[in-house]
Each structure stands twice: as C-alpha cells, then as structure tokens.
C-alpha cells in the first residue's frame, strides 16, 4: 500500500530561523512522484513542487529547498530564514502511477508557525 | 480563466438532507476529482473522473455520488448527509494522460456543516 507520513503534527519557531518539514514515504512503485502543498490560513492549496523518483536532486527555489532521497524514502521540505508569511498547514503527497488517473496520497500535513 | 470554481463556499445542512456540492473547470482537463480534509487526516479522495461519462471510486467513497456529464462538470452529491460528513471538501483537476503527471489545480473548497 502507498504511504504518506508526515510525522510533524505542528512545529513553531521564531522569525528567520531554517525549519525542516518532514515527509517519509511508502510505496511498491518504481516510478512515482511527490509533491508538496502549502494551504495558508485562508485555505486554498498551493502547489510547492513536483519529484519524479527518478531525480535525486536536491532543488533550491529562494528561501525554499527539498531533499529527495530514495534509500531512506524521504523527501524533505526546509525553509531559509522563515517569515511570518510561511505560516501555513504543509502537506507532502504521492502520486501513483500508472494509467490515465492522477491521484495523490497526502500526508497528514504539518502546521507552521512562525512568530515574530 | 476562472480555473477550477466551487460553489457553495459555506453550507449548513441537517441530518438527513441531501446537497450537490458544484465544481467546474474551464482548462478542458480530462481528470477532475473530489477530496475530503479532516483534522489530523490529511486530504482523501473521494471519487475520481478520468473523462466525460467516466467515474471511479477513492479511498473514502461512501455516502456520496458523482456523476460527469461534461468535461467541464463534476458535481457531487450527498444523499444522505450525517454528521461524520462534516468536513472541508476541495476539487481538483487536470489533465490526464501525461508523463510526468500534470500538477493538480484545486478549487476553493467548500466548507460542509451536518447537524
């Protein structure tokens, strides 16, 4: 069975520290992509990033970077010096493969705050 | 280009009570679906359409049908609501078909309150 699990129910942390935002993986599939979502207090989602499994490289975009590793099925989200603005609920999530369907497996998400 | 829309914003119903819950997309994506977030459960799917006349089940399909007359339309229905469906439902779409597989737009959500 495919997995998300994002262990970090709620993380705080203080105005332009770096936080890491965990999200471990399960699944049978040899190909596979991961995502992550931001959904910010007004509550839309917002697409972060897309990894295929067969891209092991880590991805920087500004203050936002991701580190995907295969042997340890993880695929983490860190973010630089966070601001207030990066508030939000963050959610990791696996997209089977195969066939004409796009679904996506979430995790349970992790809340951030960031306080001034 | 409106995008993926969802219509009602905010709904209160009592137990019992049926509803459609609205979804429309206007970027001709084949793939449309519904999700369901709870607390603490991240989001789940509930039913998944590949193309006009094409449904399928999710993870959580129970108490809920949906139909897809046209590829713009997906609109899903409580039969029965009770109060476990309370939740926060979003749409999503895009389309199918594609290596990589395309990211999905979600909708707004609709924010659902059984009684």
């Known amino acids: 069975a495919q997995k998300v699990t994002q262990a970090q129910t709620e993380i705080s942390v203080v105005e332009k520290e770096d936080v890491t935002l965990d999200c471990v993986y399960e699944?049978?599939?040899?190909?596979?992509?991961l995502f992550w979502y931001k959904q910010p207090p007004s509550g839309e989602l917002v697409f972060l990033i897309r990894?295929?499994?067969?891209?092991?490289q880590n991805e920087i975009s500004g203050r936002y970077s991701w580190n995907f590793q295969k042997s340890t099925s993880s695929f983490n989200f860190t973010i630089t010096a966070s601001q207030v603005v990066d508030s939000a609920v963050y959610f990791c999530?696996?997209?089977?493969?195969?066939?004409?369907?796009?679904?996506?497996?979430f995790g349970t998400g992790t809340l951030l705050a960031v306080q001034p | 280009n409106a995008g993926v829309t969802q219509t009602p914003k905010f709904q209160v119903l009592k137990t019992g009570q049926s509803m459609t819950l609205q979804c429309a997309q206007d970027?001709?994506?084949?793939?449309m679906s519904w999700y369901r977030q709870d607390p603490g459960m991240g989001l789940r799917l509930i039913h998944y359409?590949?193309?006009?006349?094409?449904?399928d089940q999710g993870e959580v399909p129970n108490g809920y049908n949906v139909s897809r007359s046209t590829t713009e339309d997906f609109p899903l229905r409580l039969l029965s609501a009770a109060p476990s469906q309370t939740s926060v439902y979003f749409c999503?779409?895009?389309?199918?078909?594609?290596?990589?597989?395309?990211?999905?737009?979600f909708g707004p959500g609709t924010r659902l309150l059984v009684l």
């Open positions: 970027m001709n994506h084949e793939y």
């Open positions: 999530a696996l997209s089977e493969q195969g066939g004409a369907t796009n679904k996506l497996i």
């Open positions: 999503a779409s895009s389309h199918a078909l594609l290596i990589p597989p395309e990211t999905q737009y």
């Open positions: 990894r295929n499994s067969f891209d092991e």
């Open positions: 699944t049978r599939d040899t190909t596979y992509y």
């Open positions: 359409s590949v193309g006009a006349g094409i449904t």
